[in-house]
């Protein structure tokens, strides 16, 4: 079983950056894909971004040009860059790890973006 812990949440105004980790438990290079969803009150979780073991990204249209999804293997650790945030990126965000068609997730970490 993999576990997955987040960090790097806050509180940030409008323009700001924030940078979000995931650590893993155990050696990420096996792992399949590592991601990052969020959810806002009231509203279904979503994707953010989703990275492969080879490196290849996947970003949401809501975000992309702004956040940026990374891994360092050596570290077992995903991260999401979140440049130019805006109100509306406010959410509680998730690390999610798919190995062996099951899947993975974090407790989540809060992002708040004031205007």
């Known amino acids: 079983q993999v576990q997955l812990v987040e960090s790097g949440g806050g509180k940030v105004q409008a323009g700001g950056s924030l940078r979000l980790s995931c650590a893993a438990s155990?050696?990420?290079?096996?792992?399949?894909?590592m991601g990052w969803y969020r959810q806002a009150p009231g509203k279904q979780r979503e994707l953010v971004a989703t990275?492969?073991?080879?490196?290849?990204?996947n970003y949401a249209d809501a975000v992309t040009g702004r956040f940026t999804i990374s891994r360092d293997n050596a570290k077992n650790t995903v991260y999401l860059q979140m440049n130019s945030l805006k109100p509306e990126d406010t959410a509680v965000y998730y690390c999610?790890?798919?190995?062996?068609?099951?899947?993975?997730w974090g407790q989540g970490t809060q992002v708040t973006v004031s205007s």
């Open positions: 999610n790890a798919v190995r062996f068609r099951t899947n993975y």
């Open positions: 155990e050696s990420i290079f096996s792992i399949n894909v």
């Open positions: 990275i492969f073991t080879g490196g290849s990204t």
